[in-house]
């Protein structure tokens, strides 16, 4: 008999899992079964029907992915090569690489500390500046990111009082509210995705919604190759296969009855970490902006080390050590190589949000269990710094260097 000990691995956190109800697999199965096995069908129409109404947007069209449905966007909103975009530094880097595969450039705009999302203030300066500059911004693309709705009273006024189209990147925020109406409905194209650590998920898949019928059938038309109404094949544009499968609008079907439900439980998870650590010394919940209803897709915390003696990092180390996932808050895109060469406003907020910014395990099926054990090892690591004086932010690794953290500069 063996006298080795054996050591027991929890088993794993993800930071936000796939969390399917009964009837996705229901209604995947009579998918099959109907043997609809194609890009369209009806369950991807009955999709589309349903996702517009829960949106209160007229027209949704199921695509590929929530990147295709930014570059659709672009493209039916005419923004065209050398054209300047103005979007949200501090996000995904599918919002950006839509803006490129347009030809057209970003222009970075730094968080307001309120919302983390796009400061409209800032985007008032940059729309000023770039009007003097005599290379107007072409559209703005704002981002609702981690879960909460961007701050649209303002930034609608402003792009209403500079006549350019306005794009709302609600990947991220499907379910949130902003005075009391839905994400998505907010610019004149709003775009969803479904890839698999979103709320709800067909594993992947976006959605393109807006009131204009026209835009509508347009983005339908250049998601089918733009195909020509002809019995034969006809094509007088270049067109993208970026159409939903059937069998994938059958699982978002589902998911999308249980919407109201994992928005509850992402918003008790929230609820949960900010009656457990979010009043530690130097730990600050992200905020919600009063006139929203985030749906907290991910609860996200900054970290203060001088007064947590702890980093983020070391909360992240100490969390992957358990099994358990965590995610530093985006790096900000002008901070990206690939974007450095870019125009940002301002960038300092988002700077300070990537530093000290960590997304805690947020998915809509973590247990009692799991979310003592997640707060159980960040109280444990309070006081117990391991990467104070090494971390550099600016590469997000640990390694022997000056502060850089605690001054909040990049080396
Ligand atoms: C803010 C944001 N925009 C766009 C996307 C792209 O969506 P997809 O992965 O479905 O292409 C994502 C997520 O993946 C995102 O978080």
């Known amino acids: ?65 929530g990147t295709s449905a930014l570059h659709l966007a672009l ?78 009273d303002a930034i609608q006024e402003l792009c209403k009082q500079y006549q350019i189209p306005l794009i709302e990147d609600a990947a991220e925020s499907l379910g949130a509210t902003y005075q009391g109406k839905p994400a998505g409905g907010f610019g004149d194209i709003g775009c969803f995705s479904f890839n698999g650590n979103k709320i709800i998920t067909t594993s ?11 835009w509508a059938d347009r983005a339908r038309f250049l998601a089918t190759q733009a195909r020509d109404p002809f019995p034969h094949y006809e ?39 900010q009656q457990e650590i979010g009043n530690l010394p130097g730990i600050t919940m992200a905020p919600e902006l009063a006139a929203g209803r985030s749906t907290h897709w991910l609860s996200c915390i900054t970290v203060e ?32 190589p690939v974007y450095a060469d870019f125009r940002a406003q301002g960038g300092s907020v988002a700077e ?11 998915g809509s099926s973590l247990t009692e269990s799991d979310l003592n054990r997640i707060v159980g090892v960040v109280h444990s690591v309070r006081g117990h710094a391991n990467t104070i004086g090494e971390f550099n932010f600016h590469q997000r690794v640990s390694v022997p260097s000056e502060n850089a953290f605690l001054t909040g500069r990049p080396s």
């Open 1 to 65: 008999m063996s006298t080795e000990k054996t050591t027991t691995v929890p088993s794993r956190i993800f930071l936000s899992p796939p969390h399917m109800s009964p009837s996705e697999r229901e209604l995947l199965l009579e998918a099959f079964d109907s043997n609809w096995i194609a890009p369209l069908g009806p369950q991807v129409e009955a999709f589309e029907r349903e996702f517009a109404e829960k949106v209160d947007v007229p027209y949704a069209v199921a695509l590929a992915s």
């Open 75 to 152: 493209i039916i909103l005419g923004v065209k090569p050398g054209d300047d975009v103005a979007t949200s530094t501090l996000t995904f880097v599918a919002t950006a690489n839509a803006i490129r595969y347009v030809g057209a450039n970003p222009v970075f705009i730094d968080s307001q500390a309120s919302s983390w999302n796009m400061d409209p203030e800032l985007l008032a300066v940059e729309l000023r500046e770039a009007t003097l500059r005599g290379r107007p911004i072409k559209a703005v693309l704002a981002v609702d990111i981690l879960g909460q709705c961007a701050d649209y």
């Open 204 to 214: 992947s898949g976006g959605m393109l919604v807006t009131a204009n019928k026209a």
């Open 235 to 273: 094509h007088s544009e270049i067109g993208f296969n970026y159409r939903m499968s059937n069998l994938l609008a059958a699982v978002g079907r589902g998911q999308l009855r249980v919407l109201d439900e994992r928005v509850k439980q992402r918003r008790e998870n929230y609820r949960f970490y």
């Open 305 to 336: 080390p001088a007064e947590f003696g702890a980093t983020c990092e070391d909360i992240r180390l100490a969390l992957e050590k358990e099994n358990i996932e965590s995610r530093p808050v985006w790096k900000p895109m002008h901070m990206q």
């Open 352 to 362: 300070e949000l990537f530093a000290k910014g960590l997304c805690l395990p947020s």
